[in-house]
């Protein structure tokens, strides 16, 4: 007999071509390796013309559906400035909005913007139950290039604060 762990709610939006579903596979990835039972949902849009992109993602001892109800969502990971308000309704009165985060990680990826998904992931890391042992091995497994880029702009997403919320 396993110790029941709750149900935590992630919702991942931007506009395609940003990374959204990616990290939301590697978020779901993270907590599998760390022995969740995941379900993820996405919606597509007009993605690869940089339309809206959201992604949910599930965790807990036991999920039942890959979507929550609406304003459930335990944590906002908002990776475009114009799509904020859109997605923001979603998350629950004592949710975490990591929005704030959003334009530090474009001051710290700087051009480089491939790795703002990566560095949003390591602010959204230290808000949840899930070892850094697993995120890291997500984040190897789903990157086969520019792994050791996507790792440092964890980790420094990462160090931004530590504890967990949620």
Known sequence: MGTERKTVN???YGIGGQGV???AEVCALAAMLDGYHVK???VKGMAQRGGSVESYVRFGSRVYSPLPLPGESDVIV???EEEYARMKDQLKPQGV???PYLAEAAEAVGDKKLFLNTYMLGVLSSFLDIKESSWLEALARKFK???EQNRMF???G?????GHDI
């Open 21 to 23: 579903l990616t990290a």
């Open 145 to 147: 290039k520019e792994r």
């Open 40 to 42: 993820k949902s996405e």
């Open 154 to 156: 964890f980790l420094k």
């Open 78 to 80: 908002c990776l475009h």
């Open 10 to 12: 992630v919702l991942f």
């Open 97 to 99: 909005d990591l929005f």
């Open 158 to 162: 990462r160090a931004k604060r530590t």
